[in-house]
């Protein structure tokens, strides 16, 4: 079982950044890939970037590339969402999740294939 406790989400004008962070705890595998989605009103849920845990290759959306950055620390379980120039289309809840994985295996990017999620945190871009 694994548990996901996000954080950093909030309020912040156009142009600004946010840092969310999600630490995971209880894994079951040693091999794992950690994502960030988000989803608007009205709208699917929607992939952000992911990260595989060992050998930390990115996987970003190309909405996001070049503003957003995810990262993990190690020693400290937590996976990352560095996001500057924020924009006002942004606005969203975002989730931390996590796959695991039994075999080296390519990042996904569709929210079915993640197992275990986070509760959410919100962030909203006002103009």
């Known amino acids: 079982q694994v548990q996901l406790v996000e954080s950093g989400g909030g309020l912040v004008q156009a142009g600004g950044s946010l840092r969310l962070s999600c630490a995971a705890s209880g894994r079951t595998s040693d091999r794992y890939h950690m994502g960030w989605f988000r989803q608007a009103p009205g709208k699917e849920r929607e992939f952000v970037a992911a990260?595989?845990?060992?050998?930390?290759?990115?996987v970003g959306a190309d909405s996001v590339k070049g503003r957003f950055t995810i990262s993990r620390d190690i020693a400290k379980n937590t996976v990352y969402l560095q996001m500057n120039s924020l924009k006002p289309e942004d606005t969203a809840v975002y989730y931390c999740?996590?796959?695991?994985?039994?075999?080296?295996?390519?990042?996904?990017?569709?929210?079915?294939?993640?197992?275990?999620w986070g509760q959410g945190t919100q962030v909203t871009v006002s103009s």
């Open positions: 999740a996590v796959k695991t994985v039994g075999w080296i295996s390519p990042i996904r990017i569709s929210p079915s294939e993640y197992e275990y």
């Open positions: 990260i595989s845990w060992n050998r930390g290759n990115t």
